[in-house]
């Protein structure tokens, strides 16, 4: 107790000196880069107000294959694909077919993320936000986060991959055009393909194209894959007094995945298993 009273008495000694002093104040560099230096929070209220001036997106976005279908337009044109996933790709078409339910070719089934660009088409809400130098979007699915760097970063030669890969964003008047990299090789960059080249490229371009409607067109290439760029396009719907919620695959998952991505269901799991 001796000791304690003693190290509190000379840490205030410290303090009151160098309040006096001068010597525990912080003196601002060139950059401004410290709290005291009157450009660090010019600069920051700048880049805020700024924010201010880009499209208003908020609220949470749902589907509008599910709030709002758009029936006079039909299925999309398909892909021109190589030989090897045009074959994969006419199997998941032809099992559709023949065979009701839900098919897969991929481990989403298993609570695995399905990685760019399939995460963000689930049947499930998103959300953006805005912060200086990025875009951020909460995907209700898996409870996953995008982040969309808009800061003039360019995109890394050499990319760490993963599901979401590495996205850099930029504003073209009131559409947010997004490039993405570095996604990881097992994902699927479109329903019925599985895994595709480390070429795999996605560019996004995001606006609004009414007051609470937003349209993603996406345009997927990958030499090893498409033979040209394959563009599709989805549509949210706006609910502003809308929440994300925690969404934990796994809590209550019961679906098996065979050696082909189909998935199984059991009954005789509990729930959390």
Request: negative net charge; aromatic residues 8%; proline residues 10%.
């Amino acid at each position: 107790m001796k000791r304690l009273c003693i190290s509190v008495a000379l840490a205030a000694a410290a303090m009151t000196l160098g309040a006096s002093s001068g010597c525990g104040r912080t003196s601002p560099d060139s950059s401004g880069r410290n709290g005291t230096a009157s450009g660090a929070p010019a600069a920051q209220e700048n880049a805020y107000a700024a924010l201010a001036k880009l499209p208003d997106w908020s609220g949470v976005w749902e589907p509008a294959r599910l709030a709002r279908p758009n029936a006079e337009e039909g299925p999309p044109a398909p892909p021109k694909l190589t030989p090897e996933y045009a074959a994969q790709y006419a199997a998941y078409q032809e099992k559709n077919r023949t065979t009701p339910g839900i098919n897969f070719v991929s481990n989403v089934a298993n609570c695995i993320p399905s990685g760019l660009p399939g995460s963000m088409l689930q049947p499930y809400p998103i959300e953006f936000l805005f912060t200086p130098g990025r875009v951020t979007i909460n995907i209700e699915t898996y409870s996953l986060v995008r982040r969309i760097y808009t800061d003039g970063s360019p995109l890394p030669e050499e990319p760490d991959p993963s599901y979401q890969g590495t996205s850099i964003g930029r504003w073209e008047g009131d559409t947010l055009v997004v490039e993405t990299l570095g996604i990881l090789p097992e994902t699927s960059p479109l329903a019925g393909i599985n895994g595709h080249s480390d070429q795999l490229r996605i560019t996004e371009r995001i606006r609004l194209v009414e007051p609470d409607l937003l349209e993603i067109a996406t345009t997927r290439e990958d030499p090893a894959v498409f033979l040209e760029p394959y563009t599709t396009i989805a549509r949210y719907q706006r609910h502003r007094d809308w929440k994300i919620m925690e969404y934990v695959c796994a809590q209550n998952n019961r679906d098996s995945v065979d050696e082909h991505g189909n998935p199984g269901f059991d009954l005789e799991r509990t729930p959390g298993e």
